[in-house]
């Protein structure tokens, strides 16, 4: 089966919504995908120091700004998007990342594991680790950033079925990219972590994000690894259903071959 | 607190115990650690082609030549050691590891994830992923080799209290001594694998191990990584205790940040 997968990094303005839409809208416009995965917190960037802050820049996960400008791109492009979004729900504000589809549908995931100060204005995700269905039979699962430390959410999504985990980030912890070569091989399933690039300053607040974007197989292998700074797109081909292979060798398939009665958990 | 944590990676003879037990003891007589860490099936070799030939090699866990030969290195030397042997049991036989301690006192790991034509001479494991004290207060888990990619293997020894995973192995694909990396970091543990060295052939069975043996800590730092093919000890300070503190950020803390309601398993 031929799917392109494709993978967008570019350095968000803080509170500069719709000069980060009008900077994504030219990066994609053009290109063709099935499926195209944005950083965390894209639209509004990242370092807030106050839930006021978050608020200001925060939206209606099925019709805000980044909800309708997706919308138009998936429908135009007839590709898939997953980016992320600040979250205004009813209970609060959420970390949450959106797969928006050609068909108009929208699917949220709200983000596991907060970190860092994020734990000051978002609420704890709720949605848990759910698989998505795109092209009629492609599972595509959603986790944002930190949750990439846990093994139990790349876990999760595998288990429930996903062949693609889409992966949007803002990172600038050192181990990420590495580690989630160990997620796809563990899993085997296909990784695609796509990291903001880029310096941002709020106050006496500043952080420094790693870029190195990547697209990585089932057996671990580098499909694509980005450079740290520059704002651009690669799109590759890949076969999804090779991850539904779960055999490591004729003896052994890492589903089966788990031994749950003896985890501790 | 003081500790002395050392690997030992060699290349046995297959089916020479004799000669690979004389090995160890030249290689350890004068090494003074706490801990050391010895390969997976150190006495008997690895490329076997029938339970006969695993059987002519495997010995009781209690007082067979490996375990008399630990117990007098452990006496002497006032170290505790790792080393993987065949154990033959009453059910059957197992791929094992034991920890040998100064006094003379010795904890069985047998392998839960058997790898590839293992698991036609070996049973699967059966003992789970316990934690044994050295020195009065220092927790050792013990896993073997393709353990390592089942993240449910670590996690399960750190949940247990795992300050250092001993991992003894006999590696012979490319990626399990990165993925340690990130098994010390997700667990915020020190992770100790001794790997074999060497080319062994059995009949038309041959393979290649890749030695590399490491000590790496809970931050992800490679404290020690050893060469592809020299038979040595490697020993370094370090502090068990760093293992207890799971904080990643003054918000982050790797334990209490689970969110075991939304895993699947």
Redesign the interface.
């Known amino acids: 089966m031929r799917f392109k997968v494709g993978v967008c990094q570019f350095n968000p303005e803080l509170f500069n919504v719709s000069r980060n839409l009008a900077k994504m809208e030219s990066l994609l416009s053009d290109v063709s995908a099935d499926l195209i995965v944005l950083p965390e917190l894209a639209a509004s960037g990242y370092v807030f120091r106050s839930k006021a802050e978050v608020s200001s820049c925060a939206e209606q996960p099925q019709n805000g700004p980044t909800a309708q400008l997706f919308k138009a791109l998936a429908k135009q492009n007839k590709t898939s998007y997953v980016v992320g979004f600040a979250e205004k729900a009813k209970a609060g504000l959420y970390n949450s990342s959106m797969l928006v589809n050609p068909d108009g549908k929208i699917n949220i995931y709200r983000k596991?594991?907060?970190?860092?100060?994020e734990?000051k204005w978002f609420m704890?995700g709720d949605t848990?680790?759910k698989v998505f269905t795109i092209k009629g039979s492609i599972k595509v699962g959603l986790m944002i950033c930190?949750d990439w430390?846990?093994?139990?959410s790349a876990?999760?999504l595998a288990?429930?079925g996903a062949q693609i985990v889409a992966h949007s980030a803002n990172l600038v912890l050192p181990?990420c990219q590495?580690?989630m070569?160990?997620r796809s091989?563990?899993n085997r399933i296909f990784s695609v972590t796509s990291n903001r690039t880029g310096l941002e300053k709020n106050g006496t607040s500043k952080l420094k994000f790693t870029g190195m974007s990547q697209i990585i197989d089932p057996t671990?292998k580098i499909v694509s690894r980005m450079n740290e700074t520059e704002e651009y797109v690669v799109v590759k081909e890949i076969n999804p259903l090779k991850a539904d292979d779960k055999n490591?060798?004729?003896?052994?398939n890492?589903f089966t071959?788990?031994?749950?009665e003896?985890?501790?958990?």
Chains 1, 2 share one sequence.
Do not use: C, M
């Open positions: 596991t594991h907060l970190f860092f100060e734990k704890p848990g680790f930190f430390i846990f093994p139990e876990r999760s288990l429930a181990w590495q580690a070569i160990t091989l563990e671990g490591v060798t004729e003896y052994n890492l071959d788990r031994r749950t003896l985890y501790l958990s």
